[in-house]
């Protein structure tokens, strides 16, 4: 039998074909279902992230899913105005809510329509308040927490917060895990959410005293540094429960002094405990129209 030679051109179509015809096929098969492995795995961590995000939250199968005709009864409650920014602060008791309120509406704590503030005084229901010349928004003082044990799910469906436009998260130390959850809740609603570390001229001041400061610049400095690295641990471990997308949680650092003189269209303070930090940033995150030219 005589063997027919194979030329080197001949070899290399042949290898061709068997690549168009078998190999290409059987290696685009392979990877496809690589591919769908790979996304049944994403889908499954990404399922087993939402039980535990819940689980974490304190989700209460027993409360009510928020529906449209839910979120509709819980503006008519609270008083929502369609043709409003309608804004809620909430937080833990006595961490400044009311008094930002009242910074915000140019008001002292004894001024008429003023929201309750003082060591004795804590807000029992929700109220409304109006910005001076700002007819577009509304402000909603709320009840605080009154403990860090309640869940966040609780939290946010006792105060009906779903009702609201934007939630602002008040504290006035480090973002505890309460505060860092009811922020999640917010974001696992789709609601626009945002927090305010208040009283920072009285931190800057106990700062001087504490640290053994030369002044109070540099208590300011060594304050806002700590506070700043504070905020990125937090931001991380709310980022942390959407790994698969882009979450993030402004922070902004002012004291209810600083906003009332801001409100008031002043130039930023000299004194280092007063000056200004993030009140321009804050009062633009709540409505761009607050921010008005001053030399801050």
């Not at 809620?88 to 008094?99: D, E, M, R, T, Y």
């Not at 009702?163 to 696992?188: E, G, N, P, S, Y």
């Not at 540094?225 to 997308?245: G, K, L």
Request: proline share 4%; with cysteine.
């Amino acid at each position: 039998m005589a063997w027919i030679p194979l030329i080197p051109g001949a070899v290399a179509g042949l290898w061709k074909g068997y690549e168009e015809i078998v190999a290409r096929p059987q290696r685009r098969a392979r990877e496809a279902q690589q591919r769908l492995r790979e996304s049944h795995e994403r889908e499954r961590e990404s399922e087993q992230r939402r039980i535990a995000l819940l689980k974490e939250l304190g989700y209460d199968t027993d409360q009510p899913a928020i529906t449209e005709e839910l979120i509709a009864s819980a503006q008519e409650t609270v008083g929502y105005d369609k043709d409003k920014q309608n804004i809620v602060f909430a937080g833990n008791v006595n961490v400044g809510k009311s008094s930002l309120i009242n910074a915000l509406c140019n008001k002292g704590g004894n001024d008429d329509g003023a929201a309750r503030v003082g060591s004795n005084q804590v807000t029992m229901g929700i109220t409304r308040h109006e910005i001076p010349n700002h007819p577009e928004m509304l402000l909603y003082d709320i009840p605080g927490a009154g403990t860090q044990d309640v869940p966040a799910f609780q939290y946010y469906h006792d105060q009906m917060l779903y009702a609201f436009d934007t939630v602002v998260l008040v504290h006035d130390t480090t973002l505890t895990q309460a505060d860092i959850r009811l922020l999640k809740m917010c974001i696992l609603s789709n609601q626009k959410c945002l927090a305010v570390r208040t009283k920072s001229d009285g931190h800057i001041k106990n700062y001087e005293y504490d640290k053994e400061c030369n002044n109070l610049e540099e208590a300011r400095q060594i304050f806002l540094s700590e506070v700043r690295q504070d905020i990125e641990r937090c931001q991380e471990q709310i980022a942390a429960s959407w790994p698969d997308r882009e979450v993030e949680v402004r922070d902004y650092v002012v004291s209810s002094r600083s906003v009332r003189s801001f409100m008031r269209q002043n130039a930023s303070p000299r004194d280092a405990a007063t000056a200004y930090i993030d009140e321009l940033d804050f009062a633009f995150a709540l409505s761009p129209t607050l921010v008005v030219n001053v030399d801050n």
